[in-house]
């Protein structure tokens, strides 16, 4: 048979629109840490703005998702850090049947731990259609092009999942704690979840926007889950309890 065609990728905006409040407490008190570069850059460099109440730090407006310019050395640090989670999960959860890896992108993540998780059912969902990609590149199983907060996607992946990664995704979505109660619900019970977010103080940082530790271990806490990182740790992971909504 002659091989499917690889799908195309349609073009997408550079940026979302600028917001007057803060993605992670809804607060409208933001301040400017650092304006946007001027007009010259290549990429421009972009606002950074910081919310006076929960001190949560973001892009304004942020890189539209499967946009941000990395470089080959940021890839090879992506990819440092996609070895240490999945081995890190691993110490907890070393033989998941399923696992969804959210904000996917061309499944760089999944195809990293699959020397870790051989028997592992990899499935991705991302916002654009590079998942459709990646799917056929055999990198996931299953492809879902939408976020986890789409009612249809949530439906259909209800508690399906014994993992659920997010790789600097809650940087980029526009209600970081909405996409986590989602997480949660494609979760089953006793699974485990793994965030991994940017630092903001990092210069090398692309994504600023991650929500603090503090503000992320207590959230987990709120909706059930024990969390198993320490407290100031930027890879969290999480185990959802059995008696958790």
């Known amino acids: 048979m002659p091989a499917s065609p690889v799908p195309s990728v349609p073009p997408l905006p550079r940026h979302e629109p600028r917001r007057e409040d803060c993605p992670w407490c809804g ?4 301040r400017t840490r650092r304006r946007g570069g001027p007009p010259q850059y290549a990429p421009p460099r972009p606002a950074l703005d910081e919310c006076r109440d929960c001190r949560h730090t973001f892009h304004n407006p942020r890189s539209a998702a499967g946009t941000e310019p990395w470089g080959p050395s940021v890839r090879a640090r992506v990819r440092l850090g996609h070895r240490s989670a999945a081995r890190a999960l691993h110490q907890r959860c070393p ?13 760089d993540f999944p195809r990293t731990a699959r020397s870790l998780f051989p028997y592992t059912s990899f499935d991705g969902l991302d916002p654009t259609h590079r998942v ?7 990198r996931v199983e299953e492809a ?16 399906r999942y014994d993992v659920v990664s997010m790789f ?22 006793g699974g485990h979840l793994l965030v991994d ?20 271990r207590a959230e ?13 740790a930027r890879r969290v992971v999480a185990r959802k309890e059995l008696s958790a909504p």
């Open 220 to 232: 987990l806490e709120a909706r059930g889950c024990t969390v198993l990182t320490g407290a100031r």
């Open 95 to 107: 033989e998941p049947e399923s696992w969804l890896d959210v904000g996917t992108g061309d499944a």
């Open 27 to 30: 607060s409208q008190r933001l």
């Open 168 to 189: 600097q995704h809650l940087e980029r979505v526009p209600d970081p704690r909405a996409e986590l109660r989602a997480a949660l619900h494609v979760l089953r019970p």
């Open 132 to 138: 459709l990609r990646a799917r056929a590149a055999e």
């Open 197 to 216: 977010v940017a630092d903001p103080r990092r210069l090398f940082t692309l994504l600023p926007g991650a929500p603090r530790p503090a503000g992320l």
């Open 144 to 159: 879902y092009v939408g976020r986890l907060t789409d009612p249809h996607i949530a439906a259909r992946l209800r508690a």
